[in-house]
């Protein structure tokens, strides 16, 4: 349980500095230097997330993710589970035709000019201005909402717009086989008791997952939830190549 308890405290850091960091996660900032042909900071945080998943998929989520820890902290008011399904794909339907809009920002401004991580974000602060606070009140609902009607982590699974980075940083690395941050299982262990999907923040249906040997659902954050509620022992989060029949980018 300990391990848990450090990853609540983190998440929890996490969103007590949203107000600080929010802007280093805007969309909206990334267009907007695209068109001026200025890599902001939002974008080098992109980066970050889609390389870091090559080794650690979306560990981020589960471990350092302000609105992650926002949702965790609704959870255990209000923590339903979440159903999956072609819900999964309204993100995608964000995240495709931002992603083009920076490239058609790129495009029209010829080229990159410049990198820029304090872009529009005065002395490094994010919510310096009423404005910005209203922002800021706007992302926080924008995630809370959903949790409270579809279930745990909903926004995460539906809207996130940076889910995808680590969900193809994730694919790409268990395409080239490195290793990768991952929960390994041990199904010959596992007596069907239900308690590791019970844990998961992002309703996973883990017990037949295990059945090949690995948790490799692209929607695991990592967070290792289902191990520490395992009392058999039957689930491990380690870093290993990931095995023949892992599936990270799944779903
Ligand atoms: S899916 Fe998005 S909101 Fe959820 S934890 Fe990951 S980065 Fe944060
Ligand atoms: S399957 Fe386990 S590690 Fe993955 S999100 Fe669920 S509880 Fe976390």
Redesign the pocket.
Known sequence: MRRQQVRAGLLLASFALFPVTIFYFSPYLSVWGAFQGVVAGSVVVFAIQLISAVFLR?A??GWL?P??GLQEMEAHAAGKPCKLGRRLLVKWAIWVPWVASIAAGFAVAGGVSGVDPLFHIDHGMSVTSVGALAIYLGIVAL?AIPSLFLGR?A??HCI?W??PF?IIGAKLGAALRVPQLHVEANPAKCVSCGACERACPMSLPVSDLMASGSVGHGEC?QCAACCDACRKGALELRISRPGSDETAGRA
Do not use: L, P, T
Request: aromatic fraction near 14%.
């Open positions: 979306r981020f989520c993710c609105a992650g995630f982590r926004a995460c996130c940076m889910a680590m954050i």
